[in-house]
């Protein structure tokens, strides 16, 4: 029976330690983005438009064309898991399905996020020097912006 004391001690031990790698594994596992996130600007008389897409698995492409659709896209990053995680963050907190914003001018700057069950489309006048934007849509743009090009 003693001998068995410390061969059944060792067998507890190594199924804790295995069950504790195994749930520190599965924490770390790599997040994705709750929306696949389109922000640009442009129009004017080129009618050209240019910016930056984030798929939900966090790579960033630069891309330009006449609408995101008939676009140029070329991947330039992976956006870290941290920033990820920092975006998902920032859009439950400043929940932007309660920003109604949508005008559209000679100069226009837009950001669309497209999730499994919602699109969001908010878009703005770009003036200069005087931008009368809602300030949570500067905000909000400025974040995301910040965040991909880090």
Known sequence: ?????????????MFLLVGCACSQKAYSEKRTLDYSIIIGSGGGFTGMYQGKYVDTSGVVYSWEGTSFNNSKRTSIKKLEQEQISQLNNYLEKNTPEKIAY??????????????????????????FPKDDTPQEIINLNNYITNTINK
């Open 1 to 13: 029976m003693r001998k068995l004391l410390p061969l059944f001690l060792c067998l507890c031990s």
């Open 102 to 127: 949508n005008q559209s001018g000679n100069l226009t700057n837009f950001i669309v996020l497209k999730g499994k069950d919602k699109e969001i489309s908010i878009s703005w006048i770009y003036k």
